[in-house]
């Protein structure tokens, strides 16, 4: 990985994908035309790759919309689309800033938002941009979001991806494992064999958070936005009730996965990085220079959402490192989705995971939760 790809591994770029053509979602400009939007214009209107079928511009009647149709297995689909209604609706969504839900279609699962010109939190996080006031400003977010009374969306529970997880790791079912690439294969082959690991997640699922409260539930940085200086949480399809280390953990995650990815890379460092081999040991004393590199974001982003709560102790604290180390493995098994082998930066980054899991008393300092 050189200076010439920015991006580095496991980046989207966001520019240059065409939007599925409009016919093709004939539910979409119906329902801009219900809501009196009248429709896109199909020359003018632009996507982003992500799981749903997006489509952003201004309509006929002049508006900024920002329509998707929520796509996949039906009852995820279901799922999803009623944790987004549910937090339009909820108290929370009056102080948590977030893109306006112009209206919904519930049969065809299309849901339109005003569009707002910003710029995405993993953009800023790959152009080096994102900087701790950034942090801070989400950390209060979401540390508004979690201090927020539960209301009827107790009933949605946001249920950790791990209780799959361990399912899957005590057996494959046969259609599931004929999808699989060689490298996912590769890696559930190591994960199914780690016993202290299996029992680290065995036992943080038996003990219950100190507290449930409203969690986005999916709280990567492609779900932050920047508009003209002012943070918003976007995506809200895993909104529900649950363990606010989820939250957390997945930011903190986020960060140091962009530090284990960056280890082959120049990025962040003040001279350039050329090595004839990358053994174990330069790998890890790299990784390390880079989690460190980014602290500064994690803690002001921790100290921003501690501010917030006040029940923010120890045991959170591991809770959170625990999330951060999850977050790890999750994006290892996603970046191994379509590849034909595992990498090793790949397989760095699930083993530092995998340590934070073990021992997250050991880490809360080192990666900024002070
Ligand atoms: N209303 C909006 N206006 C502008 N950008 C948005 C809006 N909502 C989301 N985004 C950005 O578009 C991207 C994809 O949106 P998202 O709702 O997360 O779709 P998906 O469900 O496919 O992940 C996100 O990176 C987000 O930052
Ligand atoms: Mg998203």
């Known amino acids: 990985m050189s200076a010439a790809d920015p991006a580095g591994p496991g980046v989207?770029?966001?520019?240059?994908?065409?939007p599925v053509p409009l016919d093709e979602a004939p539910a979409v400009s119906r329902l801009l035309e219900e809501?009196?939007?009248?429709?896109?214009?199909a020359d003018d209107v632009r996507t982003r790759p992500g799981r749903n079928r997006l489509w952003f511009g201004v309509t006929t009647t002049?508006?900024?919309?920002?329509?998707k149709e929520?796509?996949?297995?039906?009852?995820?689909v279901a799922s999803r689309w009623e944790r987004t209604l549910a937090f339009h609706r909820s108290a929370a969504a009056r102080q948590i800033a977030h893109p306006r839900l112009l209206g919904a279609d519930g049969e065809d699962a299309v849901v339109a938002f005003e569009y707002l010109a910003g710029v995405t939190g993993v953009e800023l996080m790959v152009r080096e941009e994102f900087s701790p006031s950034d942090a801070a400003a989400v950390g209060d977010l979401v540390g508004a979001l979690h201090a927020s009374p539960i209301g009827d969306e107790s009933a949605l529970r946001v249920?950790?991806?791990?209780?799959?997880?361990?399912?899957l790791a005590s057996a494959i079912p046969a259609p599931l494992y004929e999808q699989l690439s060689m490298a996912q294969l590769h890696a559930w082959r190591l994960l199914q064999r780690d016993e202290p690991l299996l029992q680290a997640i065995r036992s943080h699922l038996a003990a219950p958070p100190p507290r449930d409260t409203l969690v986005h539930g999916d709280l990567r940085v492609d779900q932050?936005?920047?508009v003209e200086g002012r943070w918003l949480l976007t995506d809200w399809e895993e909104f529900g009730a649950g363990d606010p280390a989820r939250d957390v953990g997945s930011f903190v995650g986020e960060w140091m996965n962009r530090a284990i990815l960056d280890v082959p890379t120049d990025r962040g460092d003040?001279?350039?990085f050329d090595v004839e081999e990358m053994t174990h040991e330069l790998m890890m004393q790299r990784a390390i220079e880079k989690i460190l590199r980014l602290q500064p974001i994690v803690s002001a982003f921790w100290s921003a959402y501690a501010h917030r709560r006040c029940?923010?102790?120890e045991a959170m604290r591991r809770r959170v490192v625990f999330e951060a180390g999850w977050h790890l493995i999750d994006r290892m098994l996603a970046s191994a989705m379509d590849a034909a082998r595992l990498g090793g930066i790949q397989r760095a980054a699930a083993g530092i995971g995998r340590a934070m899991m073990i021992g997250p008393e050991q880490f809360g300092d080192a990666i900024g939760l002070a």
Do not use: C, Q
Request: aromatic share 8%.
């Open 270 to 272: 003040d001279r350039p």
């Open 70 to 76: 929520l796509t996949g297995d039906p009852s995820d």
């Open 224 to 226: 932050l936005l920047r």
């Open 159 to 167: 249920a950790h991806p791990a209780e799959r997880f361990l399912k």
């Open 35 to 41: 809501l009196g939007l009248g429709g896109f214009d």
């Open 62 to 67: 002049g508006v900024d919309v920002f329509a």
């Open 311 to 313: 029940d923010v102790d």
């Open 12 to 18: 989207a770029v966001l520019d240059g994908f065409a």
